[in-house]
């Protein structure tokens, strides 16, 4: 009966292999008008004119939709008009959306616009952009509304800084023997989730907005809504069937915008606009970018004592989410080491480039490449091993991270313990550099890893369970099925609770805001902590219900009752019971008198005591705890025309308790290959006037089958006592430490430091041509 | 804009279809009939979410005309019943978020039954024209084999 820890299959997975399985762009009415997106041709110019003359010749257009001044919009900044108006800030940004009766219609209208430019100068790299004298992305960003808790610097391209200060730099630097310097850069990618983004809109006579959208954050787009557009929250309905992939490029509400905007030009009829690949790679938000400076000194026998560090991240034209990856970044601005002595600037910075939202990580892979390529070069420099550097510096109980959150048993897992079986795992002793032929070397790289989540401090979540007449339950949760399982583990969550066959726990898939208890947004590897302490409040709330009818038919204290194995019974004498099918709709005496109803458990959960960071120092609690991990790549590397092909990738991770150890493997497995993808070879190619020039899945070239290495993954577990059954977050960790092990691994193999990504044989060939990085 | 009516033969049974010359085979599985099994996920051949068999060989149904799939014996993932590589991909965990999985379960049925003996090589010949975004491919890769390897006991059995 026991069901934690169980590969229990994923409730949806008969819909999903039979095809039947529906995503949101595969509901179709005949009366749905289409939207299709113009998009600007350029990354940053004035809008001169926008002729829309021959677009309106076209037989089956119904609307015509062009940006206003009002409103502006953006999740701490409300600094982006959904289309754009007065000027264009980024190549393929949405200008226009065209409604027609159908695709093909819409397309050729779209085609028919006629939009006048004048170019501006472009932005074309966070660190060009805080320059004095840099084109401004924009002019008015001193008017523009914020929340309290985000610092843009008027007459600047600087969207948001978050500033570290532990400890005392002085003697920091003066207890350190040996530094080293090292800049990293790397320009924004995708997320390529296969679904691409799709919204359907439509405003019924009532007033009633309804969205039917591939989203991560139903419930952000009803608040959003209201926030923007001053409608009703009780008034917006989202409706989220399960969702092909998202990876945090879903979290960006965005073309929920257009299509309401596309709706109500046509008199409320339902507008549906759905991604094109290349829309969805450059139009939506995309994965973010980052420069990077870090200085790093330590004692001549490995001690860090002093770190300053400096973070651009490149948050595009618009500064949606990227005030917030810039903050969560600062959060976690080391590496999971113990450092007295720590100084950073984590901006948030304005370019003419695609603008940011969340990626899987939320700031950590891209940090931790560049932090933990900062310990390799340090571990070089006073010539211990990399691993053994890492060891000494490892965080642990009872000491403080670079916020000055004081960790202790549960709240941190065990890194030393992670390291250690990576060691054995990757047979480390054996050395990291060999040479396998002439031309050919096995290296191996490694990097730690550490994520606490940086979300809204008053993020909840809500569960309810119903019973049916046989016993059986529904669980209803805002968590939207994106492809991590999280439902099914409710499912086993529940399971065990209620000591019930999992076969009797059904899981609705799809949201509707109208019904289902909200989720704050379904990220930040948080699923399982929130809606599972829901869930087993919720579980806890029905079985007091159960208990306290079966107390009044078996005529005792509900205190001496226990429910499972789908009975109510008396804990001294199992043998007294009534069956929960009989009880969980009240129950009928012989006379017929009744008592009860159907019984409805309702649960939800906040996360406690967060705060918002402090400005000057950094000081706060962001999140609840730090899943921790250490994760190798091992490489065969050509040295005579650098190309290579990753061998194996390791991940140890302390998972606090595994629940589903199958979809745990394949979260981490999954996680590892997208960030060994995005590692090696995923980025956006820009020209100097600031065009992707590949947004196609041609030239853009995630990992395919057979490029994938072996995996070995190991879970330690340090129990999380505020976590279901002891769980941590496990969504996003496989993914962060790869970029760096792939980075170091590749370092060793080609002996020069390689501090950009992606690593690509051709960027190895240029780093050797020019004698080593800067 | 010209249109025809035609005759597909999809998953056995013949379908009348209405149908502009331009429309993709794609189009009219998912607008005119309804089976949204085959998705849409780069009109361009670049990601093979699409992918249905027709006579048996995987296809990339956005690259294919409906208009030239008359006279041809077309399945779709709908048309599978209980086929064994839909059930290992249940065991092996070989999908997450599902999207890709249709495509990626026409293109292994057809290659379990052209090459039932299929090597590490003709495996990754033919998968490698689909990406999946969500696993790390070693759940598939367990999910094909795990047929394969029934398939070749049976034959030597």
Known sequence: MMSIGKSIYRKEALEKVTGTAKYAGDFSKAEVLHGRLVVSSYAHAKIKSIDTTAAWTVQGIRAIVLGQSFPLTGEEIKDRPPLAFDKVRYYGEPVAVVVADNETIAKRAAELIQITYEALPVVNSPREAITSGAPLVHENLIFYEKIQHVYPEPNTNIADRTKIRKGDMVKGWSESEVSVEASFSFSPSDHTAMETRCVTAEINRDGKLVFSSATQSPYMIKKLMNDYFGLEPGKVVVRTPVVGGGYGGKVAVQLELIAYMATQAVGGRTVKIMNTREEDMISSPVHIGLDATIKLGCTKDGRLKAAEILYLFDSGAYSDKGATIGRAAAVTCTGPYFIENITCDSLCVYTNHPYATAFRGFSHSEVLFAFERTMDMLAKKIDIDPMQLREINAILPGQTTPTQMLLNNSTVGSLPDCIQRLKQLMNWNEGQRIQVSDHLVRAKGISCIWKTSTIDTEASSGVNLLFNIDGTVNIISGIVEIGTGTKTILAQLLAEKMKMDIHQIHVKMDVDTETTPEHWKTVASRGTLLAGRALLKAADDAMSQLKDIASRVLICSPDDLEVGYGKVFVKDEPTTYLYIKDICYGYKYPNGYSIGGQVIGTGNYMLRHLTHLDHETGVGKPGPEWTVGAQGVEVEFNTQDYTYKIIKAYSVIDIGKVLNQKAALGQVMGAMSMGLSFAGRETYVFDDEGRVLNPRLRTYVPMRYGEHPQYMIHFNETTHVDGPYGARGIGEHGLIGMPAALANSLSVAAEVDLNQLPLTPELIWKTKESGGTK | ?157
């Open chain 2, 1 to 157: 804009m010209l249109k025809s009516e035609i005759t597909l033969y999809v998953n056995g049974e013949p379908r009348q279809v209405y149908v502009r010359h331009t429309d993709t085979l794609l189009h009219t599985l998912r607008e005119n009939l309804g089976l949204t099994g085959a998705k849409p996920g780069c009109l361009n051949g670049d990601c093979g979410a699409c992918t249905i068999d027709i006579d048996e060989e995987p296809i990339k149904s956005c690259l294919t005309l409906s208009v030239e799939s008359t006279d041809k014996k077309i399945t779709t993932v709908e048309g599978l019943q209980n086929a064994q590589i839909q059930k290992e991909f249940i065991k092996k965990f070989a999908f997450q978020c599902g999207y890709c999985t249709p495509g990626f379960i026409m293109n292994c049925n057809a290659l379990i039954n052209k090459y039932p003996d299929a090597d590490d090589a003709k495996i990754k010949d033919w998968l490698e024209s689909n990406i999946c975004r969500c696993t790390g491919y070693a759940e598939i890769e367990e999910a094909i084999k795990a047929v394969l390897t029934k398939n070749q006991q049976g034959l030597s059995s």
